[in-house]
């Protein structure tokens, strides 16, 4: 599903570039937590709460500091560690800065599922 959806936005950026319009970014990030999720409620519409839905954003995502410069070769996703004592601490406090333009990031734990 994931593949499709990126599939949809290159197909779409074609178009856009035909007719001089900007183009779209889409980053996806699949977490796989082995709990039951939790649940809120807004009157009687429930609202999942989990740890991978805040894993899944962040692998998602695309720092500020990687977008403009940076060469992710024939990949769209990357990831680099950084430090404890690097002074470029990655945004809120994590300690990797990530890119993910047009890509999709799994983790160990979905990967593991999957193949199940």
């Not at 074609?14 to 889409?26: H, M, Y």
């Not at 939790?38 to 977008?67: K, Q, T, V």
């Not at 994590?94 to 593991?112: C, M, S, T, W």
Request: charged letters at 30%.
């Amino acid at each position: 599903m994931a593949k499709e959806v990126i599939d949809i936005v290159t197909s779409k950026n074609a178009d856009s570039k035909q007719t001089d319009l900007p183009t779209l970014e889409i980053g996806i990030g699949i977490s796989y937590l082995d709990d039951r999720p939790l649940f809120l409620f807004d009157e009687n519409r429930p609202i999942l709460i989990s740890a991978a839905i805040g894993d899944a954003d962040r692998l998602a995502s695309c720092s500020w500091r990687l977008r403009e410069d940076h060469d992710s070769g024939n990949f769209n996703v990357d990831a680099y560690l950084l430090d404890d004592n690097d002074g470029f601490k990655g945004e809120k406090g994590q300690k990797i800065l990530r890119y993910n333009v047009n890509g999709i990031v799994i983790d160990d734990a979905g990967f593991e599922k999957l193949q199940s």
